[in-house]
Each structure stands twice: as structure tokens, then as C-alpha cells.
């Protein structure tokens, strides 16, 4: 559900924009604002994950951006009647959306950390982020739907109460559910001595700053985000743009088909690698060298193309590769910082952000001047490079603290 609310300005904006007459630079400047309010909240949330429990955190923040994606359409008419301020106002809104959403991953890695063995951690948060393909799958193929049949206001009516609904449903099985938790003492291979949220210590933040292994994942996540941000947020524009006689459900469906398996694979492959006694820091350079070979030859195919199945098959790859990214760098804050992962995520995840807001303006804002698909994609693959070089050169698994 966070993923699915989180892709239906992206899916709409063509519309919206249409409708509101927008241009590039008004869309890239409302699509990018999420990302403004998602990198304040990382840290924040992470903290507070591990200091009073995921849970709370989630529950209150689901509440919020559910509510924000059900009134989004009063908010874009209400900012239609000021003129001169409609962009603005909504910039605020989608600001405050993303800080809403920015506490759910740090909060994820902490209840993971907490409650999951070291040789379970990495596979269930591989396997959890798969999440995130149901959800923009969801807002693809409902979406779009309801945006042929019904209109671009009940996108954002429907998916919002399924977020409402969705948080309902955390409150009564995740959070009252704590209270008649049973742990299986038979298998002594599950018993893990993880701290409870209140015995959370201070984060030794100097101590990570001055490992190369630390800024090594921070940036290397940020560089990949910049991509799978840029591509989330204008995929949907540039088939428009492109290929304006392409079924809106089959571009925006069939690309996020590829993340569940992919991220499954990865999975598998981190497992049995794993299992063979292979080095953990090997097997995320290994799992993170598959992600970025396979996005950049996709994004140098892409830049190059003008068929439409072409463009669909390397957008396919390249959102499948992040699949190999949430089991590498996405949870190598867990191998570095065990005791506090929630905290490290947020801050990782705060400065993978940073190219959300950046990436995703300059992109607009590129297409604005130069109407140049292949400059935006042969950036991205640029600065992959950077971070696949980074990562292969300092990063590592070994625990810091």
C-alpha cells in the first residue's frame, strides 16, 4: 500500500498536468517534492523505531499518507482556484506525504533487526520489499482502469482508502497481536538474543562516519535510487510522450512484473551462496555487480532506441535489477550496524533520497530544455557507474559496532 499510494501521482500526472495545464518543469517540481519531505523523516524515524517499536511508527504514519493520497484531488482543485500559489500548495502537501512515508523503511529495518536472527535478516527484508512491486502493480493496473473508465480523481479516492483500510487492518493484527505473541522454544536455531526497542542505546555516530564501508553503501544506495526514482516517477510520461498509442495497463504493469521473481532470485541466490560459506561481503558485491551491469546495459539500449518493445523490455530490466539492489546494499545497514540499523537505514536512506528530489527535478527539467530522453537515461547510467565502482572498491559486511 505505501508503494501503490506512493505511484499514483506519477501515473496521473500526465492527466493532472493535462487537465491543470502544467509544464514539464510544474510536473518535475511536484513529483520531486515527495522526495524533499522523504529524506527529513529517515533518521527521525529510524530512531524512534528503535526506541519505542516499528509499529507505532508505521501505524501513525500510514494513517497519514492514506489520508493525504484520499484528498489529493480537493487539494489539486483547491490549489487550481489560487493560481499564482497552486504549485506551491501542493509542492507543501506532497512534501508533507513524504515525510509521512519516509519513517516505513527505518522502521522495517529496526523491527527486523529486533526480532529476526542475523542468517534470517537479509532474505526476509529481500523478500519484503517485493512489497513494493504488488503495490505500484496494484496502482498500474487498477489505476489505470478507474483513470480510462472513471477519471484521475478516483485513482486517488480508491487507493487512499485502501491505505486507510490497510492501516485499520495493522492496527488489529500487528500491533493488539503483540500482546499474545508465542515464541516456539523447540527450535533453539530461532531463539535470538535481539534487545527489546527501550534498551536501545545511543548511535556512536563518529564511529561510523570514519569507515570507509559505511559512506561506501550510503552512497552507492544513493546513486542506484537515483535511478529507480527517476525511472518511477517519468516512466509513465515518457511512454505517454513516446508511445501515445501504448495501453496504459501494459506500461505500467509489465515492468514491475519483473521485481517479485527478481527479488526472489536474489534472495535464493544470497541464501545458497550464504549456505556455501561464501564471505558476505563477497556476495553483496556479487548481488549489487548484477543490479547495476544489468540497469546500465538496459539504460545504454534504451537511450539508443526508438521501438517501442525494445523501450519495454530494457525498462523491464531495469526495475527488475533493483530486485538484486534490496538484497545487497538495501540491507547492508544490518551487517554494518546491528545494534542500530533502524538509525543507519534512515540516514542511508536520507541521502538516497537526495537524488529522489534532485534526479527527479534536473529530469524534468532537462525534458523542459532539451526534450532528450536519452540525456536523462545516459545520466542515470552514469552516475551507476559511480556507485557500482564505489561499493566494489569499499564496501564491505563486517559489522562496525
Given at each position: 500500500m505505501l508503494y501503490s499510494t506512493r505511484t499514483t501521482m506519477p501515473l496521473l500526472v500526465p492527466?493532472?498536468?493535462?487537465?491543470?495545464?502544467?509544464?514539464?518543469?510544474?510536473?518535475?517540481?511536484?513529483?520531486?517534492?515527495?522526495?524533499?519531505?522523504?529524506?527529513?523523516?529517515?533518521?527521525?524515524?529510524?530512531?524512534?523505531?528503535?526506541?519505542?517499536?516499528?509499529?507505532?511508527?508505521?501505524?501513525?504514519?500510514?494513517?497519514?499518507?492514506?489520508?493525504?493520497?484520499?484528498?489529493m484531488p480537493t487539494i489539486i482543485w483547491t490549489a487550481g482556484s489560487i493560481k499564482s500559489y497552486a504549485i506551491p500548495f501542493i509542492v507543501a502537501i506532497r512534501i508533507l506525504n513524504g515525510a509521512l512515508q519516509g519513517v516505513h523503511f527505518p522502521s522495517m529495518i529496526s523491527l527486523t533487526s529486533q526480532n529476526l536472527c542475523p542468517n534470517e535478516r537479509s532474505s526476509f527484508f529481500g523478500l519484503l520489499t517485493a512489497g513494493s512491486a504488488l503495490g505500484t502493480l496494484l496502482t498500474g493496473i487498477m489505476g489505470s482502469f478507474l483513470l480510462d473508465y472513471f477519471g484521475w480523481s478516483y485513482v486517488?479516492?480508491?487507493?487512499?482508502?485502501m491505505g486507510i483500510a490497510w492501516a485499520l487492518v495493522l492496527r488489529y493484527y500487528a500491533m493488539a497481536g503483540e500482546r499474545n505473541r508465542i515464541i516456539n522454544i523447540a527450535t533453539p536455531s530461532r531463539l535470538c538474543a535481539n534487545k527489546?526497542?527501550?534498551?536501545?542505546?545511543?548511535?556512536?555516530?563518529?564511529?561510523?562516519?570514519?569507515?570507509?564501508?559505511?559512506?561506501?553503501?550510503?552512497?552507492?544506495?544513493?546513486?542506484?535510487?537515483?535511478?529507480f526514482f527517476v525511472l518511477l516517477s517519468w516512466l509513465p510520461t515518457y511512454f505517454h510522450d513516446g508511445f501515445p498509442h501504448a495501453k496504459g495497463w501494459v506500461v505500467n504493469?509489465?515492468?514491475?512484473?519483473?521485481?517479485?521473481?527478481?527479488?526472489?532470485?536474489?534472495?535464493y541466490l544470497?541464501?545458497?551462496?550464504?549456505?556455501?560459506?561464501?564471505?558476505?561481503?563477497?556476495?553483496?558485491?556479487?548481488?549489487?555487480?548484477?543490479?547495476?551491469?544489468?540497469?546500465?546495459?538496459?539504460?545504454?539500449?534504451?537511450?539508443?532506441?526508438?521501438?517501442?518493445?525494445?523501450?519495454?523490455?530494457?525498462?523491464?530490466?531495469?526495475?527488475g535489477g533493483t530486485g538484486f539492489h534490496n538484497n545487497a546494499v538495501t540491507v547492508n545497514p544490518q551487517d554494518l550496524a546491528p545494534l542500530h540499523?533502524?538509525?543507519?537505514?534512515?540516514?542511508?536512506?536520507?541521502?538516497?533520497?537526495?537524488?529522489?528530489?534532485?534526479?527527479?527535478?534536473?529530469?524534468?527539467?532537462?525534458?523542459?530544455?532539451?526534450?532528450?530522453?536519452p540525456m536523462v537515461f545516459s545520466a542515470a547510467a552514469g552516475i551507476n557507474l559511480v556507485g557500482w565502482i564505489i561499493f566494489m572498491v569499499f564496501g564491505s559486511a563486517e559489522a562496525i559496532v
Open positions: 492527466a493532472v498536468a493535462s487537465a491543470q495545464k502544467w509544464s514539464k518543469t510544474d510536473s518535475g517540481t511536484v513529483l520531486s517534492s515527495f522526495f524533499w519531505g522523504y529524506t527529513l523523516t529517515q533518521v527521525v524515524g529510524g530512531y524512534f523505531s528503535d526506541r519505542f517499536g516499528g509499529q507505532r511508527v508505521i501505524l501513525f504514519a500510514a494513517i497519514g499518507w492514506s489520508l493525504i493520497t484520499f484528498l486517488f479516492r480508491v487507493i487512499g482508502l527489546s526497542p527501550a534498551e536501545t542505546t545511543a548511535v556512536p555516530w563518529l564511529r561510523y562516519f570514519s569507515r570507509l564501508s559505511f559512506w561506501a553503501c550510503v552512497l552507492t544506495h544513493a546513486c542506484e535510487m537515483n535511478c504493469m509489465i515492468p514491475w512484473l519483473a521485481l517479485p521473481p527478481c527479488t526472489l532470485f536474489a534472495k544470497t541464501t545458497r551462496l550464504l549456505a556455501r560459506e561464501w564471505h558476505t561481503t563477497t556476495v553483496r558485491k556479487l548481488i549489487q555487480s548484477c543490479c547495476f551491469a544489468a540497469q546500465n546495459l538496459a539504460l545504454f539500449v534504451m537511450s539508443r532506441t526508438s521501438d517501442f518493445h525494445t523501450a519495454l523490455i530494457c525498462m523491464t530490466i531495469i526495475i540499523s533502524g538509525s543507519v537505514f534512515g540516514l542511508m536512506n536520507t541521502v538516497g533520497a537526495i537524488p529522489g528530489f534532485l534526479g527527479v527535478y534536473l529530469a524534468g527539467h532537462i525534458l523542459e530544455l532539451t526534450q532528450s530522453w
